[in-house]
């Protein structure tokens, strides 16, 4: 069984705005006239322009057919989260994105699984969300790096992750909104092509200073983009825990470098000797297969991937299926 867990889709509509919220970034889609694509918009600013193969069941899971890929775990773009818009239109929004999410899945025949969104600048509403998003049947929920700022590693957030873990619904962290872009030379996409790993290594960096496992140890963490760079720094977060044990060890008591093998991370890192670092530095058994698709600049051909890397037949497998199914208690 290949598991895709990285795989993302917008609604094909959004919920109208109600007159009585204020929010000028509004988002809605507007169909072509052939229905084959349509265009979404932020307010009255035009965003991107998106095939029907984001919102269209039928066109999802000929593409999924077409590229061996049993089950797709669905979670909306990034750009979706709504963190920053007013507490109001983000419950509205969220909810409705849930729901389309549960829809899709429930028509898909089993093919597809679906990640919740929450409306997390509002803490208390999103930990009740937490709660829906279990009873729609979703299988875990996908969250951003930060919240306006603020480190998902954060303690304001700790009753929604209590409540995640009391729900066995696994966090899908992917990173979002990079800071420091004015000191990011070049064109306007460098700012994604290097700050999202970046966003996603600080998540990670925090959950790990602060020991999270300590006071969730039953919640799931997954990590987009194979983590971003922390393959590049957990030597050195080691030899800090090390050095200064007053620093760090007063806080986190295991070593970085066995910590971090308690994550999971995507495979959406590019090339086969990045993946097969990654499977022998964080474990082959703690690593799942994921596209990014149906985005451009998503992993294609994820067998071919995988087995690229070099890795032995146990853990491909588990790679490109069987860790997922075990994490998300899929059934072939």
Known sequence: MIVDFHNHFIPESFPAKPAAVDEPAWPSLRLAADEDSATMFVGERPFRDFDALYW???RRIGAMDAADVDVQLLSPLPELLSYWLAPEAGRILTDAMNREC?????RSGRR???MGVLALQDPDHARAQVAEVARLGLSGLFVGSHV???SIAAEIFHPVLAEAEARRLPLFVHGIKPGGLERIEGPALMGAVV???YEGTMALAGFM????FARFPELQIVFAHGGGMIGSVIDRMELVWR???GAMQGRLKQPPTDYVRRFWYDTVVFSPENLAYLATRLGADRILAGSDGPTEIGQADLPAFVAAAGLSEGDRLAILG???AHLLELHP
Do not use: E, H, S, Y
């Open 148 to 150: 306006n700022g603020t």
């Open 243 to 245: 050095k200064f044990p």
């Open 195 to 197: 700050g999202i790993p």
């Open 322 to 324: 069987g860790n997922a």
């Open 102 to 106: 549960a829809r899709m899945v429930a």
């Open 112 to 114: 597809l699984r679906g």
């Open 209 to 212: 200073a602060t020991d999270i």
């Open 56 to 58: 269209d069941i039928d």
